[in-house]
């Protein structure tokens, strides 16, 4: 069975400008999620689909930062513009089950920005 | 709110000694609670999870934890360490409707040869 892909894997940019990032889930995943990991800490959620519509975007900085689940599938985070402070990793991760009573969240290997 | 605390940043043990690999937990309710691993450059994966069936939990690795309610306590052990058991640990709570998991800020374990 093939994992959650993520790509790209590494990515540098400069402050104000856009990023995109892209997860595919498991095949046959309702749920997904993309969470932000800054250096020393642990994960954090932004924003939780279930199919094609958002369950919880409260922590997503909608300022800058937008995603989207088209079609209930795959997935892309966008930055627009960076900051030095969202320098982190960006984990997709999907689930099986629905929202409430979920099982394992299976993550991908996530995708590394630097913003300089 | 649900929350966990993840007592040590950084653990260092030697090939073949036990580890053990602390979290408490803050929670208004009986809470599910799992612990991740993450290697260098790798994903999330899933050691163990708690939800409110036996008390010791058993996981993959030969890792296992405890859940114990007086103390909330959830912490993490494996009799003998590997060198492949050097990794980040994260201990996790479900929170409360949707599936959102809350992570603690990770334990580091190195083992040395």
């Known amino acids: 069975e093939a994992g959650v892909a993520q790509s790209p894997r590494y990515k540098i940019i400069e402050k104000r400008q856009s990023v995109a990032f892209w997860c595919n889930p498991i095949?046959?995943?309702?749920?997904l999620y993309w969470y932000q990991q800054i250096l020393g800490q642990g994960p954090k959620l932004l924003i939780q689909f279930q199919n094609n519509g958002v369950v919880d975007d409260s922590q997503l900085p909608k300022d800058r930062f937008s995603a989207e689940r088209l079609k209930g599938v795959d997935s892309t985070l966008k930055i627009q513009p960076a900051k030095l402070e969202d320098s982190a990793v960006y984990l997709c991760a999907s689930s099986l089950y629905v929202a409430g009573d979920g099982g394992e969240l299976f993550f991908g290997e996530g995708s590394r920005l630097t913003v300089l | 709110a649900q929350s966990v605390t993840q007592l040590d940043s950084h653990v260092s043990v030697s090939e073949g000694t036990p580890v053990l690999l602390r979290c408490n937990y803050s929670?208004?309710?009986?809470?599910?609670l799992f612990w991740y691993v993450q290697h260098p450059n790798k994903g999330l994966q899933l050691l163990l999870k708690y939800t409110s069936a036996a008390t010791l939990v058993k996981g993959i690795n030969g890792f296992e934890a405890e859940f114990k309610k007086s103390e909330t306590s959830f912490h993490l052990t494996k009799p003998s360490a590997h060198m492949s058991d050097a990794a980040e640990y994260f201990c996790?709570?479900?929170?409360?409707?949707?599936?959102?998991?809350?992570f603690g800020t990770g334990t580091r374990l190195t083992v040395i040869p």
């Open positions: 929670s208004s309710y009986s809470p599910s």
């Open positions: 996790v709570v479900r929170g409360t409707g949707a599936n959102n998991l809350f």
């Open positions: 095949s046959g995943h309702a749920t």
